[in-house]
């Protein structure tokens, strides 16, 4: 390339004869000039004929000019493109590096978007979707159809509950785990959602208990068990061990049932973008809500007052907003829990219920429960691919900043042959465009890859998410814009500063000075690129240190080899003191298994998700607000605090004896002891639930406060009741089960003993505490390992912008090294010399960095856990990282400094 440019400029300066393919490439450059003097000619004509209409010469601009105009622009187009191919040809080993850079930072911003986008931007694929307002509480099956009768508020209300740990069956075949909703007659007539064939669940199917055993089933679902065919409509389908999250523990008497089948008739198939009302969840079965009864047997929640557990959507009035909602929806709400509780309630509780709001919000994008969890860490990992790209570009910067300097003669060549500035800027934006083009469908390959590992990853951690990471025209619109934008940003400088030369400038300057100011410029985005990597290896530091402090976090017990199997009594045909005598019975088979040291049970175990709560009377204490009552209870079986590990700091544990008939007794943790004991012995104080006809308690112990729901959550009022003496009915079982060594052997033997036990009793599922504790902080697993990926990433990316730029100056200051060493100097000291201006530009970018990061630590205060977000170890740590990489990517350029033959720089200067 060089030799071929130092012939055109001797051609040009000395009339001297070139080869024939520089000849063609001079002819090329004539031809474009050519081709702009064309498009002038045609502008002039245009602004001519605009001229004369103005004038009223004529009316308006012919067909055929304006045909000329588009013909000439799509020429000087392909021109320009074809230019662009033939370069990236030329020097295929920057044509690669430059698209893997793109394709790696855009897609990590295509894959991370598809996310923020299913999660938070979405809306729902439903009739007016704006109109759609959910309550932010769940309800009672009678609270909700209070709601839904006596509003004024919503043209339609509709209830709704997801079924997990589901299985379909279909003609004796089974179609493998499928998530089940609840839903009441009117769900798809509120949603506005119209089957692709069949019928929608109508009021009709949803009128009494067992009376509509129908279902529509998901598009996808229609596709994988039935092949699409059009003859599923009519044919059953069967749900076995189905279970609802939260709700009430509690136990009553089944209603009487009709005798209907639990089989289901496929009345309808939803549409294909379809997937429910809740986001991270793809229901496959939608089913009448009174069948809830037969679906989850013993668990009649749907007569049930106290049994909270209907999600409520509705869809506004003509001009009613979302806040007017609110406002006329809290005083219906406090009338029917003035209703609920009754004339024989205290003032007390009639004050409190006046005092209570019934909060709404829009559900345009569906149930926003998951959306408020992870809406702040997606940002934050959407800010960090961002930056990422940035660095990428800066990365492509930099380097066709090098590929200008080289170009140097060729574009001062096409200035002096009347080539305009702006036509080499529009030449060079069309080469960086094309390869962020390029480089944009690259990407979306990798963002495919990176879906695929965010589904795997996502499904891992979180339990029961599922989401529809489905590639469509809203990803692709923002793969292109995120391109162009991206080719703009790299190539905008190097074009500019590129075509400020002319020829007569050209031939006066040496190498060295014709290179000093692109050297400046170079080293400027170098440091930017430092300090923007600065900013992600702090993010990535705070963020795995705060993991790593959730996972040291004292939990009050040991958390090692101990084992939470999840058990469904009831769901087996258990009822009531059946269900102690059972557990009891496996307890001690349990027990006598190898390598088991104890055993004990309780309701809702050790992070399961699950927890009870209740209101309070305490014998002699005046709670001065409603929260001052509340208090969370387990409740547990003998031996529970000595099996867990729970140490015990005043009297005795729950023994075999603590049963029905006998006195009634609790056991509370230190921080209940001292808000409604402070300073006086708990042992033999009572307290009672406010539920009236509620026995009371006599306290027999305190133990130690420990973390049994959520790590970040300070410890709160608890007590426990003996499992043989329920003060809510008992529908579940969680076994804690410690073992001698690993208990992973134990899986298997446990699953054995009580198939023996009874075939019919179905295990929910079996893992280690530590297991339960690491699914409590998904969220924080999930950023710290995706922010550690795009921190390595940004690191490399700097590592590789940093070898280039100091590879280029050691090229360039190729003479001035010569003469140093000619007149004496070391090969360490040229090394030295080479690594001081690697320090120098890690300190400018540091500096940058450093200011960056404290502002990031605003933004991720809420995240963090056991550390300060402006942590000065994590920061200082975070510079020695860049630093100890940056001198690693500079030893080679340095090495090869100090290597250099004095006489060859000399000669070659």
């Not at 030449?427 to 990407?443: H, M, R």
């Not at 017990?557 to 469904?568: A, E, G, I, S």
């Not at 009822?575 to 298994?593: E, H, T, W």
Request: glycine share 10%; net charge positive.
């Amino acid at each position: 390339m060089f030799a071929r440019l130092r012939n055109k400029l001797r051609y040009l300066v000395r009339g001297e004869r070139i080869d024939s393919d520089v000849a063609k490439e001079l002819e090329f450059h004539r031809e474009m000039l050519a081709e702009d003097e064309r498009r002038r000619g045609h502008s002039a004509a245009a602004a001519a004929l605009n001229a004369r209409r103005r004038m009223g010469n004529t009316t308006l601009m012919t067909e055929s000019a304006r045909e000329a105009w588009i013909v000439s622009w799509l020429d000087a187009l392909g021109r320009d493109v074809r230019y662009a191919l033939r370069s990236f040809r030329r020097y295929p080993g920057f044509t690669a590096v430059a698209l893997v850079t793109l394709a790696l930072g855009i897609g990590a911003n295509t894959a991370i978007f598809q996310l923020v986008d299913t999660v938070m931007l979405r809306t729902l694929p439903v009739e007016q979707p704006y109109e759609l307002t959910a309550l932010r509480r769940t309800l009672s099956y009678w609270q909700y159809q209070q709601i839904r009768d006596r509003n004024q508020v919503f043209t339609g209300t509709a209830g709704m509950r997801t079924m997990t740990a589901a299985t379909l069956e279909s003609d004796g075949r089974s179609l493998g785990p499928a998530t089940t909703e609840l839903v009441s007659g009117n769900y798809f007539g509120v949603l506005g959602v119209t089957p692709v064939i069949g019928r929608a669940i109508t009021v009709e199917d949803d009128k009494a208990v067992g009376s509509g055993p129908v279902a529509v089933i998901s598009y996808g679902l229609w596709q994988r068990a039935f092949g699409g065919s059009p003859t599923v409509l009519g044919r059953t389908i069967r749900v076995n061990d189905g279970a609802i999250s939260g709700g009430t523990s509690g136990f009553e008497p089944e209603p009487t049932l009709p005798p209907v089948q639990p089989l289901l008739t496929i009345i309808g198939v939803a549409p294909q973008a379809f997937f429910g009302a809740s986001v991270g969840t793809i229901v496959d079965v939608w089913v009448p809500m009174t069948m809830q009864p037969i679906l989850t047997p013993g668990r009649a929640w749907i007569t049930r007052r106290s049994a909270y557990w209907v999600n409520v959507i509705g869809r506004l009035r003509p001009g009613m907003s979302v806040a007017q909602a609110g406002t006329q929806l809290t005083p219906l709400w406090r009338q029917i829990r003035l209703e609920e509780i009754g004339p024989a309630s205290s003032e007390e509780d009639r004050r409190n219920v006046l005092k209570s709001q019934l909060e709404v919000e829009s559900a345009a994008k569906g149930f926003a429960g998951l959306r408020r969890e992870f809406s702040q860490p997606l940002l934050i990992l959407m800010t960090v691919v961002t930056l990422v790209l940035l660095i990428a570009c800066l990365n492509l910067s930099n380097l066709l900043l090098a590929r200008a300097t080289a170009r140097r003669q060729e574009i001062s060549m096409r200035l002096s042959l009347g080539a305009s500035r702006a036509r080499l800027v529009r030449q060079l934006l069309t080469e960086s465009l094309l390869l962020a083009g390029l480089g944009g469908l690259l990407g979306l390959g990798v963002a495919v890859l990176g879906e695929r590992v965010l589904v795997r990853m996502v499904s891992a951690d979180a339990q029961n998410l599922r989401l529809p990471l489905t590639p469509d025209s809203r990803i692709l619109f923002f793969t292109t814009a995120v391109s162009l934008a991206s080719g703009v940003v790299f190539g905008l400088l190097p074009a500019l500063r590129g075509t400020r030369r002319d020829l007569q400038h050209t031939l006066k300057e040496s190498s060295r000075g014709s290179t000093a100011a692109r050297g400046r410029t170079s080293q400027a985005l170098v440091a930017l690129q430092i300090g923007v990597s600065l900013v992600l290896i702090v993010a990535c530091g705070l963020f795995v240190q705060t993991l790593i402090n959730l996972k040291r976090e004292p939990v009050g017990y040991d958390r090692q080899h101990l084992l939470v199997v999840r058990m469904d009594p009831v769901g087996a045909g258990y009822r009531k003191d059946a269900i102690s005598r059972a557990v009891l019975d496996l307890q001690r088979g349990f027990a006598a298994l190898p390598n088991v040291a104890s055993v004990t049970f309780s309701e809702n175990g050790l992070f399961s998700g699950t927890e009870s709560g209740t209101s309070l009377e305490v014998e002699g204490f005046k709670p001065a607000t409603e929260d001052d009552s509340n208090a969370r209870f387990d409740q547990a079986g003998p031996g529970y605090f000595s099996g867990v590990g729970i140490p015990l700091v005043l009297g005795r544990d729950f023994t075999d004896r603590d049963a029905i008939g006998a006195l009634r007794v609790t056991i509370i943790n230190e921080t209940m002891a001292r808000f409604y004991f402070p300073n006086q012995n708990p042992i033999g104080k009572r307290f009672r639930s406010n539920v009236p006809g509620a026995p009371w308690l006599d306290i027999v112990g305190v133990a130690r406060d420990a973390q049994d729901h959520d790590l970040r959550e300070k410890p709160v009022r608890r007590f426990y009741v003996s499992y043989l003496q329920p003060i809510d009915g008992i529908t579940t079982v969680n076994f804690e089960i410690r073992a001698a060594g690993d208990p992973a052997p134990l899986v298997a033997a446990v699953r054995e003993q009580t198939r023996q036990f009874d075939p019919k009793l179905q295990i929910l599922s079996v893992r280690t505490a530590q297991d339960l504790i690491d699914r409590d902080i998904v969220t924080e697993r999930l950023v710290a390992k995706l922010s550690t990926v795009f921190g390595v990433l940004a690191l490399l990316l700097a590592a590789i912008g940093l070898y280039g730029v100091m590879s280029y100056a050691v090229a360039r200051r190729t003479s001035e090294i010569g003469v140093r060493m000619a007149l004496g100097a070391t090969r360490g000291a040229v090394a030295s010399m080479i690594l001081r201006e690697i320090v120098l530009l890690v300190a400018m970018g540091s500096v940058v960095g450093a200011a960056g990061a404290l502002g990031l630590g605003r933004f991720v205060d809420s995240l963090m856990f056991g550390l300060a977000p402006r942590d000065p170890r994590t920061l200082g740590g975070a510079i020695l990282v860049l630093l100890a990489v940056a001198l690693l990517a500079g030893y080679l350029p340095a090495r090869r400094a100090a290597r250099i033959d004095p006489i060859t720089a000399l000669r070659s200067e």
